[in-house]
């Protein structure tokens, strides 16, 4: 005797080897079809900044291959005094749940960093340990090329590593948020220090408190002469990427992060979206950044154009 019990038992299985039947026929299965992974906000990037600095939701998956469609693996940089756990947030659930597999370090970390502020070390130093992070990756993945996004110093330490340490050869595209490319006036302190002779003693305290990484971006540091000693424009090889905002007070002019050479495109925020006002700080957060950024890591047209919702911090 068939009971009411038995029919929904079997309206249950047919319903379920229907929904296989769909996804198999559709090249997923079932277990592929998980709910995407949430983006974190400014809550969340505050308490990771203190609690779980290396947290990185999507990232670190040593077990990820890349896909034909996104073959290169993107390593993430923060910036300066910031950290992975709090930098990207919003990014890196975005870049997995489009298929990517995402890596990142906190860089230049040293005895004042306590774990979690990261850029304190020399930048040469932060170059090297991305060059470390690249074979790593490419150990772990078989690729042949990844993909940088860095912000602020994490978009200025790859420079190095592409211009002195033979990057150029192993990134497909470098996507810069905010970088301090050229250095930096610190709206016009370090200009002020240079003018009155005063900038060595600056690095000097700088290196006493641990944390020469943030005046190596000074425009004027031995570091950033060095960088652009065999001038401008950046090497072949890689397609990069600069999103840059007018608020920016940190990196200052705003102007002096542009890139010039071969393969670059460079963003302004207001150029896109005039009402956009994130700051330096604000990007980490800013929905037409993370457009841009997906754009560009997906070789999409140059006339991109984001959907001006979802702005970043203002003007820090």
């Known amino acids: 005797m068939t009971t009411p019990i038995t029919l929904v038992r079997r309206a249950g299985t047919l319903v379920a080897a229907a929904a296989t039947t769909v996804a198999l026929a559709v090249g997923t299965s079932p277990a592929a079809q998980a709910a995407p992974l949430p983006e974190g906000g400014l809550i969340e990037a505050g308490y990771n900044y203190a609690f779980a600095p290396n947290a990185l939701r999507g990232g670190n998956d040593w077990d990820c291959q890349p896909t034909a469609a996104h073959p290169n693996p993107v390593i993430l940089l923060p910036g300066t005094f910031a950290?992975?756990?709090?930098?990207?947030?919003?990014l890196s659930?975005?870049?997995?749940?489009?298929?990517?597999?995402?890596?990142?370090?906190?860089?230049g970390l040293n005895a004042a960093s306590l774990g979690r502020v990261g850029g304190l070390a020399p930048l040469k130093t932060a170059a090297a340990e991305l060059d470390a992070f690249v074979e790593r990756v490419q150990a772990a993945t078989g690729a042949d090329k990844v993909d940088i996004v860095g912000h602020s110093g994490g978009g200025n330490a790859p420079m190095w590593y592409i211009k002195k340490l033979g990057g150029a050869s192993e990134v497909a595209h470098y996507v810069g948020?905010?970088?301090?490319?050229?250095g930096t006036t610190l709206n016009g302190l370090a200009t002020l220090a240079d003018t009155l002779g005063l900038?060595?003693?600056?690095?000097?305290?700088?290196?006493?408190?641990?944390?020469?990484?943030?005046?190596?971006?000074?425009?004027?540091?031995?570091?950033?002469?060095?960088?652009?000693?065999?001038?401008?424009?950046?090497p072949a090889g890689p397609k990069y990427t600069v999103i840059y905002t007018k608020q920016d007070r940190v990196v200052t002019p705003y102007t002096s992060q542009v890139l010039e050479g071969p393969g670059v495109t460079n963003i302004l925020l207001q150029d896109k979206c005039p009402w956009d006002q994130a700051g330096h700080v604000g990007v980490f957060n800013d929905g037409p950044t993370m457009q841009l950024t997906l754009n560009a890591l997906s070789d999409g047209p140059a006339s991109f154009q984001p959907q001006c919702r979802d702005f970043g911090v203002q003007f820090l």
């Open 83 to 90: 950290n992975i756990g709090a930098n990207f947030v919003k």
């Open 93 to 107: 659930p975005r870049l997995k749940n489009n298929g990517y597999c995402v890596f990142g370090f906190t860089h």
């Open 177 to 182: 948020w905010a970088p301090s490319s050229h």
């Open 199 to 234: 900038l060595g003693f600056v690095t000097g305290v700088a290196n006493l408190l641990q944390f020469p990484g943030a005046t190596d971006q000074t425009y004027a540091s031995d570091y950033t002469r060095e960088l652009w000693a065999d001038g401008n424009q950046v």
